[in-house]
């Protein structure tokens, strides 16, 4: 169950704003870009972060506590992070397009709903019984295939603002550009007895991107949860 919460995250968080390399832009639709990918930067760095401790207690055979704590914290970091990225795209405005503030909306509604989606999952875990180590794990069977739908929905919301060019613009701008590596995480026993109530969720090898879209010929960016979220297995 570790592995497959982690596998989940990895691919959640390499995929949020996956950007089309086609069409043509103007300024007007080259600043859109970046008053949207100067917020996307510092939220996909918080939520690396937050996946970071996830995977570092996730791989050192912690107690189910241990990983309690340090799962529920990064849940809670990373709803944090959507919701400040609805509000970043909240306060660049509609983008320059004929339909533009549905599709605003449309984005923020949805990072808002992922966001109480993430503040839920924080919730659930704190509530577990992490005294008794395998009712711990079945507490967490639920979670990975919640992480993926998030994980979907997150691309859908984003793809939105991406068309007449503004896909085109935003895989010009830095915020909006993906880590050229991705961390890789091996794998460590599950908590199911072959290793320690700790165990790792991510699978090794490098994040990709999950859900709808793909990533460009060029760049492309992710605010969303990476490699690995602990869990018991």
Known sequence: MNKRLAAALCCAATATLALAGCGSSDNKTDDYAKSVCDQVQPQRQKIQNADNDIASVSSSGASPSQVQSTDSTAFGQISDAYKALAS??????????????????????QLNAISGAYADLKKKVGGLDASDQAKFAQGLGSIPNQVTTLSK??????????????GQAMAKQPGCQKATTAPTLAPSPDASGS???????????SAKPSGSTKPSASSSTSV??????SSQS
């Open 88 to 109: 970043g795209i909240q306060d660049a405005g509609a983008p320059p397009v004929g339909n533009g503030a549905a599709l605003q909306k449309n984005a923020v509604d």
């Open 153 to 166: 929905n997150g691309d859908d919301a984003l793809a939105k603002l991406q068309a007449d060019g503004i």
């Open 195 to 205: 290793g320690g109530p700790g165990a790792s969720t991510a699978p090794s090898g």
């Open 224 to 229: 969303k949860p990476s490699s690995s979220a």
